[in-house]
């Protein structure tokens, strides 16, 4: 037992579960001089019944800290990132993989909704011979007609991608330098898309779009920002994200429809509200409105740079904005992980802060929650000894010794 990486598991749960090496070393009845020589791998043995109370004390099986854990070995990352911060980054991924290895270990104490939906086939994808915008373009008009969403605007990204591939969704607590991150467990078959919690809801609903055009094409683990800018990777799903949430098909009849003057005529008053419509970011408006001609370059330079605050300020939807901000702040956890961990809890084989973690709530605030919904753990079932056993484990053991010397 590699004694060194046993105690950076150590360190990596403590902090997981918000607890100082004080705090841990009494619930382990160790004192924190031993815990700190643990955590740096200095310690030169470490026996069962301290790894035992250590596990207990951090809410995690023994074999997490004796052998690590096999999620976070092989899973396959994409992920959206405003700019590269290492460590910021590594706290967003560390969050994410905490949900994914939460489902991996419910599925050793069995319950309901183990595994996610399969949908029926694939969605064919564009041939790769077209440039990145046309081949974006085209799976987002397939997603469309898949599930029967015309030109319309979308209304839960989220549940979109739940519907259309099955996979869980999540909206978590990450640094700012994170946008969203898709993750695929290969051998459990299990994929998550998880995003930002933040003030701006159409960067959010964008975030999620990107990542499931990561899912779609297949990306896995690459490389998502070079020394120049972006990959082309990343481009393909921001143009997918663009046409799924914004077709130009959808922008046409809008404009048609509303009455409103069309090419080089598109002020910022008609543009905000289109954006408005098909609740995206006013520059991602521009850039549809760009590439459909219907404005000009310099236009687009024009009118860029109001926020999505500025705009519903000037033009009427300010509360309503209010209160989309406020609900894309909240964490949302994965709904089928979320009701395998309350079963779990309620069968007593979880404790709460596993539940808190996916609810971004301190474990106090979560236990009050349940409770107030009924939600308590089973009270353990008393074992009883077996005497007539423990007899005859005794007597084998003095069989085994030997008879005793008399003196």
């Known amino acids: 037992m590699d004694l060194v990486l046993v105690g950076e598991r150590i360190r990596r749960e ?22 700190t020589r643990i955590e740096n791998g200095v310690r030169n043995s470490l026996t069962l019944a301290e790894l035992d109370r250590l596990a207990i004390s951090l809410d995690v099986p023994v074999r997490l800290l004796t052998c690590g854990d096999p999620v976070r070995q092989r899973v396959q990352i994409a992920a959206r990132m405003n700019e590269v911060v290492e460590a910021e980054r590594e706290a967003a991924l560390r969050h994410t993989l905490e949900v994914l290895e939460l489902d991996a270990r419910l599925d050793q104490l069995g319950g309901r ?22 081949q974006a373009k085209e799976l987002a008009h397939r997603v469309r007609t898949v599930l029967h ?21 999540a909206v978590l607590n990450w640094p700012r330098t ?28 964008f975030s999620f779009a990107h990542e499931l055009g990561h899912l779609l094409w297949g990306d896995g683990a690459q490389v998502h920002e070079l020394d120049d800018g972006r990959t082309p990777g990343e481009k ?21 429809g509303e009455g409103f003057p069309r090419r080089g005529r ?5 543009a905000a509200l289109l954006a408005r419509h098909f609740r995206v970011s006013f520059p991602v408006v521009l850039i549809q409105l760009e590439s459909m001609t219907l404005i000009t370059a310099e236009q687009k330079k024009d009118l860029w740079g109001p926020t999505g605050v500025q705009l519903a300020q000037r033009y009427g939807w300010g509360p309503a904005y209010e209160q989309e901000q406020e609900a894309a702040q909240a964490v949302r956890a994965p709904r089928r992980i979320l009701e395998r961990a309350v079963e779990a809890y309620r069968r007593n084989l979880i404790g709460v802060r596993a539940l808190a973690m996916l609810e971004g709530r301190t474990p106090e605030a979560a236990e ?39 003196e």
């Open 113 to 134: 909704a183990a595994q996610q939906r399969k949908p029926e086939g694939r969605l064919p994808l564009p041939d790769e011979f077209l440039d990145l915008e046309q």
């Open 266 to 270: 598109v002020d910022e008053r008609t």
């Open 236 to 256: 393909r799903c921001d143009a997918f994200a663009r046409h799924l949430l914004a077709p130009e098909e959808g922008i046409n009849e809008w404009l048609s």
């Open 368 to 406: 009050a929650k349940l409770k107030a919904a009924g939600i308590v753990p089973t009270p353990p079932t008393a074992k009883r000894a077996d005497l007539s056993r423990l007899v005859a484990r005794g007597l084998a053991k003095d069989e085994s010794r030997g008879p005793a010397n008399d």
């Open 178 to 205: 994170t946008e969203g991150f898709t993750v695929t467990d290969p051998v459990r078959e299990t994929t998550l898309i998880a995003v930002r919690a933040c003030d701006v809801p159409e960067r959010q609903r």
């Open 149 to 169: 969403l015309g030109c319309a605007p979308i209304a839960d990204v989220d549940e979109l991608i739940e519907q259309l591939t099955g996979v869980d969704t």
């Open 14 to 35: 403590r902090e997981r579960a918000g607890l100082s090496q004080r705090e841990l070393a009494a619930r382990a009845q160790l004192s924190q001089p031993t815990l």
